[in-house]
């Protein structure tokens, strides 16, 4: 039997606003099914928006569906709230949950009290908990004076203190350094060799690759796709992208390759519209039969000063006739050169940013 059993999910937020209260509606979650089983470590993964909160408020018992079934450990989350309630904990992302003036020990004595944990079990229990979190030694300091992930790890243990046999992450690593993240990712291994049931919602491909045993991807409210991480890799491994580039001896074959490297999913495109610029350039038409305006375009254009000389030169003409040309096409090269480089170091420039980004 699965410990959590969800069945044609929905949620439907709705929102008045402006003068004339004009509602809006919006479709948070919309018709999503899954299972997880005992002892599973299950992902909920999605950019920004996709439902991922939302859903697992529902599961919880924080928010209410507009549709469906929810089941968690044989419980309804509508008809036995306080059954689901007593046997699951709940760890969110940011600095919210803590009091910062109490030290890590004190927070958790005081979430013990209210989570009904026995006075007698009470010491030992937090210590376990500070152990597998990693925290044994800095128990007595000031929340105030913690980093980001040791709140978190704190955020765990406090989840932990009733022994839940399903424990929910709602992106546990936002806004952790590279350092803090891997600790606790970390944290999260040493649950699911205890045996505890999490299930996790991240936007961090690399984090649920690296912990969750089966993935839901969602976007739009709805699962897209489902499956242990290799078999979605697989899924998005079928084909191959082939980048078609057109160099020429000038910039803008440079500048074109920079644009192919960087921006793999529109390759093609840059490449047939510098295709069709060159047809219109003059390299299958003369400049001369070519209307004014597309004429004054091809100017510009690397290649079309160069095939012109070249043909005069094949017609007979001396070097000197084409002089002017060879000069143009010089000139313009070095200037695609230049936008050639410019654009690579910006793309360089990009994608370094992006990968800080991602690895925080």
């Not at 209210?114 to 925290?135: C, K, N, S, T």
Request: with cysteine.
């Amino acid at each position: 039997m699965a410990i959590i059993d969800v069945s044609d999910l929905r949620r439907t937020l709705r929102s008045r606003s402006g003068l004339r209260r004009t509602e809006k509606v919006v479709e948070a979650v919309r018709g999503i099914s899954f299972q997880v089983e005992r002892g599973e470590l299950y992902g909920l993964l999605g950019p920004n928006g996709a439902g991922k909160t939302t859903t697992i408020k529902m599961l919880i018992t924080l928010l209410l569906p507009t549709g469906g079934r929810i089941e968690v450990l044989g419980h309804d989350v509508v008809a036995s709230p306080r059954e689901v309630r007593r046997r699951v904990g709940y760890v969110f992302g940011g600095d919210r949950g803590l009091y910062e003036r109490l030290s890590g020990l004190d927070n958790l004595r005081y979430f013990a009290e209210l989570y009904a944990v026995p006075a007698r079990e009470q010491r030992a229990r937090i210590g376990e908990l500070l152990d597998l979190v990693g925290l044994t030694g800095r128990e007595k300091e000031r929340v105030e004076g913690y980093s980001r992930g040791m709140r978190q790890r704190l955020h765990i243990a406090r989840g932990l203190l009733h022994r839940p046999e399903v424990l929910f992450l709602d992106e546990p690593s936002i806004g952790i350094d590279p350092v803090g993240a891997r600790e606790l990712r970390q944290a999260v291994k040493a649950l699911i060799a205890q045996g505890t049931t999490v299930l996790l919602t991240t936007h961090y491909m690399f984090e649920a690759d690296e912990l969750c045993d089966r993935i839901a991807v969602l976007a739009g409210g709805r699962i897209v796709a489902e499956g242990t991480p290799e078999q979605l890799k697989q899924k998005v491994s079928v084909g191959n992208v082939v980048a078609v580039s057109a160099f020429a001896c000038t910039g803008l074959g440079l500048a074109n390759a920079a644009l192919s490297l960087r921006v793999r999913e529109v390759a093609v495109l840059p490449n047939l519209v510098v295709g069709v610029l060159l047809v219109f350039a003059g390299v299958n038409v003369p400049l001369s039969e070519l209307p004014d305006w597309m004429a004054a375009v091809a100017a510009w254009l690397p290649l079309t000063h160069g095939i012109a000389a070249a043909r005069e030169v094949a017609a007979g003409a001396g070097l000197a006739s084409v002089r002017d040309d060879v000069l143009a096409e010089a000139g313009l090269g070095v200037l695609y050169v230049v936008v050639g480089l410019a654009l690579l170091a910006w793309f360089e420039r990009e994608s370094r940013r992006k990968a800080t980004l991602d690895v925080a």
